[in-house]
């Protein structure tokens, strides 16, 4: 039986027209592990909406210490200070989000805002130096020897930005060295994630989703998910876990109700109680689901990233 593990941080965004359901409908079905950052959902949250592509840098500052205060950014975010240089950065995304397969083949995909003329990202990666090609009707821009410094977009964009791929009527940006995965999901020549049960089950209603990890190929579990959402005024956590059976299900509940009040954190050692505060532990069905909320905001992602809190197998503590 395939086995797929998700870890989702999400926050319902109002108005959110696409959002985590649209990004799994971009990703190819054999992807095993997702990355993804609702850049738009999040800056809304924390109130850096208005900080757009011309802004000031103080402005370009306080967005990078919301951005690490929340442990939440694209790969671009690191760059933002020197982005006036680059046909887009930081400040033009919706959303991104990487992935990988079983093989080992690694793709991102942008989606920039709508006023971001991809046409003319083509035109000016070509002026920078860049080789234009065709990818089934698509731009492809590269940097064809890896040492080669392309001008002033080396001080602005992330190394990996060598190889793009610019999807124009979709408003998406494909980087990396196999991008042929994502452009036929695009195109309609492939399946895409959206069409796995898990993704389905755990997604449910989180159109705008902050950030997700997604994993396939963990043992114990069918299916895990880990999301964080605003409710009341709060960023509430819920985790999920499918299991095999209403059995095991009922069993996990119970040992991860005594985790959370008891145990540590197998990394930090820190007992859990520090960290997390539980409000249930729940079984329905196949399904254990846990609600709560970390007492520091970066704890979620931080945590979602190791997989702690939809860990199939717990910690002995």
Request: proline letters at 5%.
């Amino acid at each position: 039986m395939a086995v797929l593990a998700v870890v989702a941080v999400a926050m319902r965004s109002a108005g959110e027209p696409e959002g985590l359901p649209r990004a799994l409908e971009v990703a190819p079905a054999q992807t095993t592990q997702i990355t993804y950052v609702n850049r738009d959902a999040w800056a809304e949250r924390v109130g850096v909406e208005g900080i757009e592509g011309d802004a000031s840098e103080e402005e370009r500052l306080r967005y990078l210490q919301e951005s690490d205060a929340g442990a939440v950014s694209t790969p671009l975010a690191a760059f933002a200070a020197g982005a006036q240089d680059a046909p887009f950065g930081e400040l033009d995304v919706d959303w991104w989000m990487s992935g990988v397969d079983g093989a080992g083949v690694a793709w991102e995909v942008y989606r920039l805002d709508d006023d971001v003329d991809l046409g003319d990202v083509a035109d000016e990666l070509a002026g920078a130096g860049y080789a234009r090609a065709d990818l089934r009707g698509h731009d492809r821009l590269t940097i064809e020897d890896a040492g080669e410094d392309p001008g002033a977009l080396g001080q602005a964009w992330p190394p990996q930005m060598q190889d793009l791929t610019l999807l124009e009527d979709e408003h998406l940006v494909v980087v990396g060295a196999s991008p042929e995965q994502v452009v036929d999901v695009v195109d309609g020549d492939a399946d895409a994630a959206s069409g796995s049960e898990g993704f389905e089950q755990l997604t449910q209603g989180l159109s705008g989703a902050e950030f997700a990890v997604l994993r396939g190929g963990v043992a114990d579990c069918t299916a895990t998910g880990h999301l964080q959402q605003s409710a009341a005024g709060r960023l509430e956590t819920v985790a999920r876990l499918v299991l095999a059976s209403h059995e095991a299900a009922q069993q996990d509940a119970q040992a991860r109700q005594t985790w959370l009040r008891q145990g540590q954190d197998p990394v930090s050692r820190q007992p859990m109680q520090e960290l997390f505060d539980p409000e249930s532990v729940e079984a329905d069905g196949h399904v254990v689901t846990v609600r709560g909320t970390f007492k520091e905001p970066r704890t979620g992602p931080e945590m979602a990233m190791r997989d702690v809190l939809t860990a199939c197998e717990l910690p002995s503590r």
